[in-house]
């Protein structure tokens, strides 16, 4: 059983350092702009995570992944709350993606559909584009 345990935390290594350890699993020499419907918003620990349908030019959809700081700091230094996005929202999600190529996204801006931009952090040091 201890093998067993040793392997599982081994497998699950590479996907937990990328998804806790800040910007570097993400290729950050380069934004990336996707665009889809919003399918879930988790406004929970450790990261606030948007989950996103995207288009594909052939047809159909594939599944996409932002991840924002927690939800402590974006509520109380940019104003997000547990309701700022629902399933069904059509958004513009920028930014770093995933080194390891994974369909997830460092966010540094999601744009609504009425043309509201949100930030995920204090307006100090982001960049406005």
């Known amino acids: ?3 067993f345990l040793v392997a599982v935390v081994v497998l ?4 937990l350092a990328l998804a806790h350890h800040g910007s570097a699993g993400y290729d950050t020499t ?5 665009k889809g419907s919003v399918t879930d918003f988790r406004f929970g ?7 996103l349908d995207v288009k594909k030019d052939g047809g159909g959809a ?3 992944q932002g991840e924002l700081n927690s939800p402590n700091i974006l509520s109380r230094a940019a104003g997000w709350k ?7 929202d059509e958004v513009i999600l920028v930014g770093y993606r995933a ?4 369909k997830i996204l460092r966010l540094e801006k999601v744009s609504l559909a009425d043309g509201t931009e949100l930030f995920p952090k204090a307006e100090i040091g982001v960049e406005r584009y």
């Open 1 to 3: 059983m201890p093998v």
């Open 12 to 15: 699950l290594s590479p996907k």
């Open 45 to 51: 620990n450790p990261h606030v995570e948007i989950s």
């Open 30 to 34: 380069k934004l990336v702009t996707i």
């Open 82 to 88: 547990r309701n700022t996005l629902k399933p069904g």
């Open 62 to 64: 594939e599944n996409w």
């Open 99 to 102: 080194k390891n190529g994974l």
